[in-house]
């Protein structure tokens, strides 16, 4: 263990998604001898199985390495715009940050997002050049947007490969040489000079650890990821969480390297985990001060860490079990996933046709595919997921204000004076050759043009940044895919909530076999309607298996269909047992089957299972 407190660095590695973030960590672990070579893979901090599945880091993940007589704590964030709340957590539990940029696409839109949260953390700032090994890699053209674009000197960029190790070493030095140590910033980042005497004990001598992440173990409880900001915390110390009030005794505390490393203690400075002895997930939240139980006295000068802002959900959708018993154990998941997943939010719901379930905010449309893969692996739940939706906000003719975060809730149009919708600011990087390609989505998509701004100017592969205010419902489902498509993948986006506007929109529901299926109803623009519908309309065709008598698939808005199709019957041969005689027998096996298929609609057995991709595949549509 370091015992003093300016041989600590604690560090973030920030890039846009894929630039070789967990690669350039696995290196570093293998240089400082954290982890042995023969237990060594990819991604080595990516632990869940989703994760490298995907290649891209959803979880932060720390891990404590020892280098040249130095603790060096290391968070490794993810670069999908979806859980930059993981990365502004992460920053608020360190000094320095390595900013990387891939030299073979250069600065990104979550280059640019990353880096700003950096420095409004007042972190210092360490830029690194990657993949300099691939035959792709434009280095200098890297350099000058760096430069240019973030104004730092180029003796101040490091060149380096996460794949081959090449500058890792360099990166390390700069860290411990340039890196600020956790003694200055600890007490202007927590909300003051807090030496407030009392009882003759400095309130900077008194255990404030902030709360990062924390995730639920089914043998040890609630496992909190902790920064020590001021004293210390050991194994056997009455802890109390100022927001909840809630008191427990650690069980056990420790390091990252990178799986739990028991030490008994941690100090001011260091980065490092509490096994804190609570079985409610809803007693250890993030963003929550840990502090040594004391007289109450005491507890007076001990002032709660600043935490983190209250994530604002993006995107809405119910999920319910697919079999309503399993409700109990989708709850019990939902609660242990949420102190992993802290962007998440939830409320109870109960619909007519699918039973009781829960309304959930999130980030983005992956949030809420990773969210639902996870509720699947982990815990084994069949579920239905609502299409997604913005939260709407709803005036009323009687003067009434209202929050509209489902379809299902939506007043008559009759009591409706205007409905608001949420606005994003957009930022697109693109190659000057996709510029007007990329121009004429945003147009479509009911953008609002801003301004533009040259990243570098110099060639035809010169790249831009264009500013756009646009509706988030907009770039709800699919426009992340067409940018990818209309830019040949060059193309990056990242946005952020603006502002609400007045819209114009309606509710479509769906009907499958005249039976209006509730988790695939949607608000959709007016002026767009007819699309949408048949879109949807047409994935539910080539999804759906035949039945024994034919299915009608329709859009409607206020009862009016504005699109429809027809899933022909599986049709049985009656007539092929015939080999001859009057035509009039074999008209009369076929008026039987068609009366047969009448009566068991008329029985109430005509009605259709949506399969579950069925709505991954509207998500995506």
Known sequence: MIEEINKIRNFAILAHIDHGKSTLADRMLEITGTVEKRKMREQLLDGMDIERERGITIKLQPVTMNYKGYQLNLIDTPGHVDFSYEVSRSLAAVETAVLLVDCTQGI??????????????????????????????????????????????????????????????????????????????????????????NEGVKSKNILRALIFDSKYDVYRGVVAYVRVFNGALKKGDKIRLLATGAVSEILDCGIFKPDYFSTGHLQAGEIGYVVTGFKQVADCRVGDTVTIVRSAETLMGVEPLSGYKEVRPMVFASIFPREGHDFKELREAMEKLKLNDAALSYEPERSDALGFGFRCGFLGLLHLEVFQERLRREYDLDLIVTMPSV??????????????RSPQRLPDPTQIEHLEEPWVKLDIITPKAYLGNVIKLAQEKKGIYKNTEYISAEGDDSRVLLHYEIPLAAILTDFYDKIKSVSAGYASINYEYLDYRPADVVKMDILVAEEP?????????RDDASRQGRGIVDILKDSLSKQMFAVKIQAAIHGKIIAAEKLSAMRKDVTAKLYGGDVTRKRKLLEKQKKGKKKMMAAGKGSVEIPADTFIKILKR
Do not use: H, W
């Open 108 to 197: 990104q839109a979550q280059t640019l997002a990353n880096l700003y949260l950096a420095l409004d953390q007042n972190l210092t700032i360490i830029p690194v050049i990657n993949k300099i090994d691939l035959p792709a890699a434009n280095i200098n053209k890297t350099k000058r947007e760096i430069i240019d674009l973030l104004g730092y000197r180029e003796e101040e960029i490091i060149c380096a490969s996460g794949k081959t190790g090449v500058g890792v070493t360099e990166i390390l030095d700069r860290v411990i040489a340039f890196g600020q140590t956790p003694s200055e910033p600890e007490m202007n980042r927590s909300g003051g000079d807090k030496t407030v005497e």
């Open 391 to 404: 939260a709407y906000k709803v005036f009323k003719s009687d003067g009434e204000e209202l929050i509209i």
């Open 517 to 525: 299926i509730e988790a695939l109803a949607t608000i959709v623009y």
